[in-house]
């Protein structure tokens, strides 16, 4: 037997640009599910399972100011109009269960996925105060919140707009065995449960930083190359193992 479902859902967003810029999403998912049991003298299964997800959104961090909020809650700044997160997962899951003699029963599993994330996001200045000071004290810090909002070029002001592209992927995978069995000692039930699991993940960051200038109400870019602020690659294996027994006499469990 086998079952596939797909689904695809979008918005063009409810927050507003100046320049008229989508602030929505789109995002979809498609799933494959295959199961198979073949005719052996012994009882046994196989599933097999494909699913892979994908997402493009036009979102920010980036808030308001309580003043900006109260008056327009659905306002985005021009400062955020370069953020844009995409990503894709990709995940394979094969499992087979077997019911060997004894009363013995084996399940296997063997998993993989894939997570890519690119998302592009307004990150502050460069050398200048920190945006979350300047959204709490806008008047305080009024020059850099009015390129923050786009009412001032960067020129007038001297600041320069960080935007950083935090762009990672991850990977797992791994394999499981189970082992469980019922049996009768004396006047208990028991039910024995044995487990291992081999586990691998990674994960690869490369955080790009790029500098903008604010020219009347948009972005562009100051030509400057700039230095990664992140580039590092980690990775880890992990070994579990389990051992249960659930001992049951009369209306009573004791795991």
């Known amino acids: 037997s086998y079952m596939f479902d797909a689904m695809h859902y979008s918005s063009d967003g409810f927050k507003k640009l100046r320049n008229g810029a989508d602030t929505g999403f789109k995002r979809g998912d498609f799933n494959v599910k295959v199961h198979w049991r073949p005719k052996t003298d012994l009882n046994q299964s196989v599933v097999l399972k494909i699913g892979y997800a994908d997402e493009d959104s036009n979102e920010t961090y980036l808030g308001l100011t309580d003043d900006d909020f109260n008056k327009t809650p659905t306002l985005r700044y021009p400062s955020s109009q370069l953020d844009h997160f995409v990503s894709d997962h990709s995940q394979v899951h094969l499992s087979h269960n077997i019911d060997l003699e004894n009363g013995i029963?084996?399940?296997t599993k063997i998993y993989f996925n894939e997570f890519n994330r690119s998302w592009n996001k307004f990150d502050g200045f460069l050398g200048g105060p920190n945006a979350k000071l300047v959204l709490g004290s806008p008047n305080?810090?009024?020059a850099a919140y009015e390129v923050l909002a786009g009412l001032t070029d960067s020129a007038s002001a001297g600041l320069t707009i960080d935007v950083t592209d935090n762009d990672r992927?991850?990977?797992s995978d791994g394999i499981q065995f189970g082992l469980s069995?019922?049996?009768?000692?004396?006047?208990?039930e028991h039910g024995i449960n044995l487990g291992v699991r081999y586990h691998h993940d990674d994960v690869e960051r490369n955080h790009q930083q790029r500098s903008y200038l604010m020219v009347s109400g948009q972005l562009v870019s100051d030509g400057i190359l700039r230095?990664?602020?992140?580039?590092?690659?980690?990775?880890?294996?992990?070994i579990a193992l389990?051992?249960?027994?659930?001992?049951?006499?009369?209306?009573?469990t004791l795991s």
């Open 105 to 107: 029963s084996l399940k």
């Open 140 to 142: 305080r810090y009024l």
């Open 169 to 171: 992927a991850y990977s």
């Open 181 to 188: 069995k019922q049996l009768s000692l004396g006047s208990f």
């Open 227 to 238: 230095p990664a602020k992140v580039i590092n690659y980690a990775e880890t294996d992990a």
């Open 242 to 252: 389990y051992l249960q027994d659930e001992i049951t006499k009369g209306d009573f």
